[in-house]
């Protein structure tokens, strides 16, 4: 009986393995399939590609890849523009939200004080609960500030600390032993140095790896330089106007593909090269208490 329960046992962790491969496989190629479908029509000319988007290329028309750096813009800015605009965007961005979101994790996980439990609880509703009304809002008060339109000062509502980050920095904080602080402050430090010099370099992976996945997410967004900044398009700004509007879109698709391809680039590069330290430290952070 155990030899039957045994081979049972066996052949349906085969049939699991069997599905599980299958649903793996179409999924990669749910994901595969759009880039080569872009890439694709990226090396067609507009005849081609008017006649049918979904045959593959015979003219390898490489002159497409070319003209994105020639004739590829939106509102008098070409494509290095967009990109040193993505480019500043990313790195500030994903600096002042993350150093933002470290400050506020490590006083909540190790400092006591009035009002800790409910500023937790408040960031924890942030993250789950969507609140979609409080766009107009949110535009209206940065623009009685002076920050729409304003790369100078934008940055300053970037500094939330309010997001995913601090959910992951605050379960490494909290499982960081309090001994380093005590010993920090019996040879005199005070609470900066010991933030700074002791404490925060034990969770530097955990930080690359945030930033590795804000940076991606920050690359992609044109919703807010839409919303705060039309005055300075990102590359995925200019790519979403490039390919909604009628001045640009009717005569220029191959183009539109070659400069989504030149632009996912980069952020696929970043992520290949980093997934097992984003993978490794996104995991062991977490809730703790």
């Known amino acids: 009986m155990k030899s039957i329960s045994l081979k049972k046992t066996g052949a349906s962790e085969k049939i699991t393995a069997i599905v599980f491969f299958i649903l793996f496989v179409i999924i990669a190629f749910l994901c595969i399939y759009p880039l080569f479908w872009a890439f694709n029509n990226s090396l067609k000319t507009f005849d081609d590609y008017r006649q049918n988007s979904f045959t593959i290329t015979n003219t390898w028309s490489f002159s497409n890849y070319g003209e994105v750096f020639t004739s590829f813009e939106y509102d008098d800015v070409n494509y290095f523009g967009m990109l040193f605009n993505s480019l500043w965007v990313v790195v500030v961005k994903v600096f002042v939200n993350v150093a933002s979101s470290a400050m506020l994790a490590y006083a909540i996980a190790r400092f006591r004080f009035p009002g800790k439990e409910l500023l937790y609880v408040i960031v924890i509703f942030v993250n789950t609960i969507p609140i979609i009304g409080s766009g107009p809002a949110a535009f209206k008060l940065l623009d009685f500030l ?50 700074f010099t002791i404490i925060l370099p034990q969770v530097v992976p955990c930080l690359v790896a945030i930033m590795i996945t804000q940076a991606i997410g920050v690359w992609n967004d044109y919703g807010t330089i839409m919303i705060y900044l039309r005055e300075s398009p990102n590359l995925a700004y200019g790519l979403y106007m490039y390919n909604t509007d009628s001045r640009y879109a009717e005569n220029s698709k191959p183009v539109y593909f070659a400069a989504a391809v030149i632009s996912a680039i980069p952020i696929i590069i970043l992520y290949a090269s980093t997934q097992n330290l984003i993978l490794t430290n996104m995991t062991a952070g977490g809730l703790k208490g």
């Not at 499982?175 to 010991?194: F, K, N």
């Open 146 to 195: 002076g920050m729409v339109e304003n790369p100078l000062t934008i940055w300053i509502s970037w500094a939330s600390g309010f997001d995913f980050a601090f959910i992951v920095l605050y379960g490494y904080f909290k499982g960081v032993s309090p001994a380093y602080s005590e010993a920090a402050y019996i040879d005199g430090a005070g609470e900066l140095r010991t933030f």
